[in-house]
């Protein structure tokens, strides 16, 4: 585990996924992120603790290294710093099961994270902490879980307490769902690099370039 600020990298055996862990106060953001990397549960963390955490996995027979950013709890959504949104390649939002109010944090998070990167289609996983504590919850994961698919989220009800599996799968889901979306955008970028769909385009944009002279023209000299 390592702490410390890595930027984003990318060779032949491995490349770098950034994954920011956010949600209110109270929430399980540590506990997730410690009992991911070490296997271990521990319940009380400094609130004001900012820092990345680092791990190697394997996804698909290739290496990946998997930098966590744990962020601080006093915001919300619309107060969120720029920092972890510019640097995360994946977003993982958790609330708590037993606290309405985490969860409508994260549905202001959803609101600010696709403004800021909706059209680049990074990843965003809702994660549902204290799923052990079914006699405590204050909502339906169900209905959690309806409202995150509307949104194009993905969904993991998980207990950093009694269920480390479940966190294992949140994390390899989200980082699978990374590597989806970097294949796609290398695809995209190899394609149109290709000299003929090059040429299409720049015809195309002259096209379009052109009609707008055209119809400014037509407004200014009816003016």
């Given at each position: 585990?390592?702490?410390?600020?890595?930027?984003?990298?990318?060779?032949?055996?491995?490349?770098?996924?950034?994954?920011?862990?956010?949600?209110?106060?109270?929430?399980?953001?540590?506990?997730?992120?410690?009992?991911?990397?070490?296997?271990?549960?521990?319940?009380?963390?400094?609130?004001e603790m900012e820092a990345i955490f680092s791990t190697n996995i394997p996804i698909d027979g290739k290496h990946y290294t998997i930098?966590?950013?744990?962020?601080?709890?006093?915001?919300?959504?619309?107060?969120?710093?720029?920092?972890?949104?510019?640097?995360?390649?994946?977003?993982?939002?958790?609330?708590?099961?037993?606290?309405?109010?985490?969860?409508?944090?994260?549905?202001?998070?959803?609101?600010?994270?696709?403004?800021?990167?909706?059209?680049?289609?990074?990843?965003?996983?809702?994660?549902?902490?204290?799923?052990?504590?079914?006699?405590?919850?204050?909502?339906?994961?169900?209905?959690?879980?309806?409202?995150?698919?509307?949104?194009?989220?993905?969904?993991?009800?998980?207990?950093?307490?009694?269920?480390?599996?479940?966190?294992?799968?949140?994390?390899?889901?989200?980082?699978?769902?990374?590597?989806?979306?970097?294949?796609?955008?290398?695809?995209?970028?190899?394609?149109?690099?290709?000299?003929?769909?090059?040429?299409?385009?720049?015809?195309?944009?002259?096209?379009?370039?052109?009609?707008?002279?055209?119809?400014?023209?037509?407004?200014?000299?009816?003016?």
């Open positions: 585990m390592e702490d410390k600020n890595h930027k984003h990298v990318q060779n032949g055996s491995c490349r770098d996924i950034n994954i920011a862990v956010l949600g209110g106060k109270g929430v399980g953001k540590s506990a997730i992120i410690v009992r991911y990397l070490t296997g271990r549960f521990i319940g009380d963390y400094d609130p930098n966590i950013k744990d962020t601080t709890s006093y915001f919300s959504g619309h107060d969120l710093k720029e920092d972890p949104i510019f640097w995360a390649d994946a977003f993982m939002l958790v609330f708590s099961l037993i606290d309405l109010a985490s969860y409508q944090t994260v549905q202001e998070l959803v609101e600010t994270l696709r403004m800021a990167r909706d059209d680049e289609g990074v990843p965003i996983l809702a994660a549902a902490n204290k799923s052990d504590l079914v006699h405590l919850w204050t909502m339906s994961s169900v209905e959690c879980e309806a409202w995150c698919s509307g949104q194009q989220c993905l969904f993991a009800e998980i207990s950093a307490s009694e269920d480390p599996e479940s966190i294992y799968k949140a994390f390899e889901l989200l980082c699978k769902r990374v590597r989806a979306v970097h294949k796609k955008r290398e695809k995209l970028s190899w394609t149109l690099q290709r000299p003929a769909v090059a040429a299409k385009l720049q015809i195309r944009q002259s096209l379009k370039n052109l009609a707008e002279k055209k119809l400014w023209r037509t407004r200014t000299s009816t003016m």
